[in-house]
């Protein structure tokens, strides 16, 4: 591969993963020590329950997620079908979960901050709508997000946020060496 052809890719390689590393929507368990991370690996039996029960709690706050969607939002056209619970495994040593993440359509998002046409927040966006043509925010909107009749409908953050003490014991059961990172889960930060 000649060296112009191997720059080009690392430079691929770089936005791609520029684009994963800041996803929203997910919390990490970090574990602060690789020796115990090494050793977690060796018993199965506890890897595989740990792994369980996170599924379970994803499942859960899943389905929580989806009762309060349909409780305190009216109009729900995709936004119900669209929500998934990802769960991400660390490969290094065993499958262990290492990252789970959130996935749902833009909506979701508007409809938690009140945004909508003619009421966009102050930094602005870009965006490529589903025809291929590539969107942006208009300039008289700025700043007018969740005034007006569309107030924010806060759907996400409480009821992940009433979740949290579960999962943390789910993983302090698991590991004392464990911790959750949860500076991305949250909508409203």
Same mark, same amino acid.
């Given at each position: ?67 309060? =969607?349909?409780?305190?939002? %009216? ?5 119900? $079908? &669209? ?7 660390? !490969? #290094? ?34 965006? =490529?709508?589903?025809?291929? %043509? ?5 300039? $008289? &909107? ?7 009749? !569309? #107030? ?34 949250? =909508?409203?930060?």
């Amino acid at each position: 591969m000649s060296f112009i052809k191997r720059q080009i890719e690392n430079k691929r390689f770089r936005s791609a993963s520029r684009r994963t590393v800041g996803l929203p929507f997910e919390l990490s368990l970090e574990s602060i020590s690789e020796v115990e991370k090494f050793q977690r690996s060796k018993d199965k039996e506890s890897l595989q329950k740990f792994n369980t029960d996170v599924k379970e709690w994803a499942d859960d706050s899943k389905r929580d997620l989806r009762v309060s =969607i349909k409780s305190l939002v %009216k109009r729900d056209v995709y936004l119900s $079908d &669209s929500l998934r619970a990802n769960l991400y495994y660390d !490969r #290094k040593y065993a499958s262990e979960v290492n990252r789970v993440g959130f996935s749902f359509v833009r909506e979701g998002v508007y409809i938690h901050r009140g945004a909508g046409r003619g009421q966009g927040g102050v930094i602005g966006g870009r965006w =490529i709508d589903r025809h291929g %043509k590539q969107k942006e925010r208009s300039a $008289d &909107s700025a700043g007018l997000q969740g005034t007006g009749k !569309r #107030k924010p409908i806060r759907w996400f953050d409480p009821v992940i946020d009433r979740r949290l003490p579960v999962l943390a014991d789910i993983v302090s059961d698991y590991s004392a060496t464990m911790q959750i990172d949860a500076a991305n889960i949250f =909508i409203e930060q």
